[in-house]
């Protein structure tokens, strides 16, 4: 049972480029969300989704967008990347029952130069 | 809106001993849900211990366990025998009952760095 998978762990992007940060999930969860996590902030929510194809914004979602074509997947797409955006990236997936815990990816280090 | 804080940035323990990392929250919500997740250099979040409000009684897991008082709104997180494998960053969580928007989602605090000395 692989649990969340986010790919990749570790990327380098140029200021204005745009890249897609990969979810995927096995568990049949309906809720799926992502965070960034930054130096002193914890943990905060950029989009979640409840189901496929509903989709919403968080704490923080300037500058991302996200879709949910299927259970399974979950993508987090920068539009056009700034040094803000550097940060350690979570996909995190539940049940809908919210008494269950969440599973969370790796992450993904993010770096804009 | 419900916010969580964990006023202690850094917390240091010798091996075997016992330290206690606080939380408190605020929420105007009856019921909810409160979490601690461990986080070890590998950055994997991992559940460390969970507690519904409505229950009264502490959680227990293992080592690791809970002072809940949900009057004061404070969720401390108590490890016994502290082993090295027990360095890393600790966050609270706190989870409303309102499945279907963004309340669904996870509140975290700032977390405690958790240093542990052989």
């Known amino acids: 049972n692989a649990g969340v998978t986010q790919t990749p762990k570790f990327q380098v992007l140029k200021t204005g480029q745009s890249m897609t940060l990969q979810c995927a999930q096995d568990m049949n969860h309906e809720y799926m969300s992502w965070y960034r996590q930054d130096p002193g902030m914890g943990l905060r929510l950029i989009h979640y989704s409840v189901g496929a194809g509903i989709t919403d914004q968080g704490e923080v979602p300037n500058g991302y967008n996200v879709s949910r074509s299927t259970t399974e997947d979950f993508p987090l797409r920068l539009l056009s990347a700034a040094p803000s955006q550097t940060s350690v990236y979570f996909c995190?997936?539940?049940?809908?029952?919210?008494?269950?815990?969440?599973?969370f990816g790796q992450g993904t280090r993010l770096t804009v130069v | 809106a419900q916010t969580v804080t964990q006023s202690q940035p850094e917390m240091s323990v010798q091996e075997a001993e016992t330290v206690t990392l606080s939380c408190t929250y605020d929420t105007s919500e009856s019921d909810y849900y409160l979490f601690w997740y461990k986080q070890p250099p590998s950055r994997q979040m991992i559940l460390v211990i969970r507690q519904e409000a409505y229950k009264q009684q502490n959680a227990t897991e293992n080592r690791f366990s809970v002072n809940f008082q949900k009057a004061a709104k404070s969720f401390s997180l108590k490890i016994s025998d502290s082993q090295l494998g027990d360095a890393a960053m600790y966050f609270c969580a706190y989870r409303s009952p309102n499945y279907g928007g963004s309340q669904g989602n996870l509140i975290f605090g700032k977390g405690t760095k958790l240093s542990v000395k052989p």
């Open positions: 995190a997936s539940s049940y809908s029952e919210v008494w269950t815990e969440a599973f």
